[in-house]
């Protein structure tokens, strides 16, 4: 369990608290969205239009919102949204080029007085301390889906590390087509995980009996709705960093 520092506690409970500012990063990896790329914004509200640094790091100022963090006791859990401005297409461009399907976001928040000094026109800021944030550090949620795309924001459905799921395919796809195959994705897949089915990773060979056999397992193993994400993950279009 997370505990928010002393500092924070007593800003929040003094008569004149200082701003409560949220920070967002989004993680994408090679591993999972095809490129290691992290974007830093910040909601650009509490009268902070322009851009903040915090720990060094500059994290632009960005139309964002987002609700259903809170954790309750009914026994499901929370996956909260975020809607973020699509100014110019920037996210849309963002998601024609990367998967962002379990890339992870990371919600940071701390109060306007543990800023670093750069953001003060007096270039000094006494009180600045990046170990000042809520919980002790950050956040992590997972993108699940894109819930809305449009020319004015995009939104994100975002769930918890419990609720992704167990299944992670490589980032290996199929130069000539640009797309993964089902026979790819599943022999890739399967090998590693049953080691007499007689698959290689060479899956344009493989015996039609024993891929059947293979697509079978999978189904009954991560369910029909799972087949239908990956139909989404698999035949996205592959970007130039994707086929280095």
């Known amino acids: 369990m997370t505990t928010t520092p002393d500092k924070v506690e007593r800003e929040l409970h003094s008569l004149e608290p200082s701003a409560i500012i949220e920070l967002f990063e989004l993680h994408l990896t090679a591993a999972v969205n095809g490129v290691n790329l992290v974007y830093y914004y910040h909601a650009g509200t509490n009268e902070l239009s322009q851009d903040i640094v915090f720990n060094g790091v500059t994290y632009s100022a960005v139309p964002i919102e987002v609700d259903g963090f809170k954790v309750t006791t009914k026994g499901t859990l929370p996956r909260p949204r975020m809607k973020i401005a699509n100014a110019n297409n920037a996210i849309t461009a963002l998601l024609n080029t990367y998967n962002p399907l379990q890339a992870e976001v990371r919600r940071i928040r701390t109060c306007k007085k543990f ?115 990956m139909t989404l993950v698999l035949t996205l279009p592959l970007t130039q960093e994707t086929m280095r």
């Open 115 to 229: 800023l670093d000094a750069v953001n003060f026109s007096s270039g000094s800021n006494p009180t600045a301390d990046p170990t000042a944030t809520f919980g002790s550090g950050y956040e992590s949620w997972y993108i699940d889906r894109v819930a809305s795309e449009n020319p004015e924001l995009v939104e994100f459905e975002l769930v918890g590390k419990l609720d992704l799921t167990n299944l992670r395919l490589p980032v290996t796809f199929s130069k000539r087509s640009g797309h993964w195959t089902w026979r790819q994705a599943v022999a890739v897949w399967w090998v590693p995980r049953c080691k007499t089915s007689g698959l290689t990773q060479n899956s344009t060979q493989q015996d039609p009996r024993q891929m059947n056999v293979a697509v079978s397992w999978l189904m009954a193993s991560i369910g029909l709705v799972e087949m239908w994400r």
